[in-house]
T-cell receptor
Framework: KNEVEQSPQNLTAQEGEFITINCSYS?????LHWLQQHPGGGIVSLFM???GKKKHGRLIATINIQEKHSSLHITASHPRDSAVYIC????????????FGAGTILRVKS | DVKVTQSSRYLVKRTGEKVFLECVQD?????MFWYRQDPGLGLRLIYF???????EKGDIPEGYSVSREKKERFSLILESASTNQTSMYLC????????????FGPGTRLTVL
């Protein structure tokens, strides 16, 4: 079993829909990261969080440390949100070495 | 604007060739990383460097070596390229410490024929 599991693997939504991507992990962590990768390669860090909730524009990330679960929400989705969303954790024992989920491929149709 | 750059976006090499992938960061970061990304497998760490001339093996170091002679530059070397090393290679950097945001380069798509 992978240490970081994401669901769903693939997601297709209509423009304007509210989207949720989930991430569960099995190791003790210092922080959890949400990353975005557009077609063509480059990865951008969206959030790094260790408790509670963070918001940036239409993106919201939450984490429940006790349940070892995080969610990434996208409100009022737009075709430009189409990308791969990757959850990664910084383990307590070695926070420098991220452990990655397999990613969620999101396609938002207009 | 912070930046991690990689020497090539696309690279085609032949089996047995020695391949150098270069990564440069301008943020004075202590940590630098090399990952490979394959469909269905996600990102996997090849090597990690936490200081000049210092390195640690990641999850899949076999067939690769690295060099960090200057703080801003981290090179990945494929001593004798093989077809199973065809992949997307991503470099990243971060500040030292327990955990910090990693900044990624644009990636190099390497094809070994």
């Amino acid at each position: 079993k992978n240490e970081v599991e994401q669901s769903p693997q693939n997601l297709t939504a209509q423009e304007g829909e509210f989207i949720t991507i989930n991430c569960s992990y099995s190791v003790g962590i210092s922080a959890l990261h949400w990353l975005q990768q557009h077609p063509g390669g480059g990865i951008v860090s969206l959030f790094m969080l260790s408790s509670g909730k963070k918001k940036h524009g239409r993106l919201i990330a939450t984490i429940n440390i006790q349940e070892k679960h995080s969610s990434l929400h996208i409100t009022a989705s737009h075709p430009r949100d189409s990308a791969v969303y990757i959850c990664a954790v910084s383990p307590i024992l070695n926070g420098n070495k991220l452990v990655f989920g397999a990613g969620t491929i999101l396609r938002v149709k207009s | 604007d912070v930046k991690v750059t990689q020497s090539s976006r696309y690279l085609v090499k032949r089996t047995g060739e020695k391949v150098f992938l270069e990564c440069v960061q301008d943020m004075d970061h202590e940590n630098m990383f090399w990952y490979r990304q394959d469909p269905g497998l996600g990102l996997r760490l090849i090597y990690f460097s936490y200081d000049v001339k210092m390195k640690e093996k990641g999850d899949i170091p076999e067939g690769y070596s690295v060099s960090r002679e200057k703080k801003e530059r981290f090179s990945l070397i494929l001593e004798s390229a093989s077809t199973n090393q065809t992949s997307m290679y991503l470099c990243a950097s971060s500040l030292a410490g327990g955990y910090n945001e990693q900044f990624f380069g644009p990636g190099t798509r390497l094809t070994v024929l």
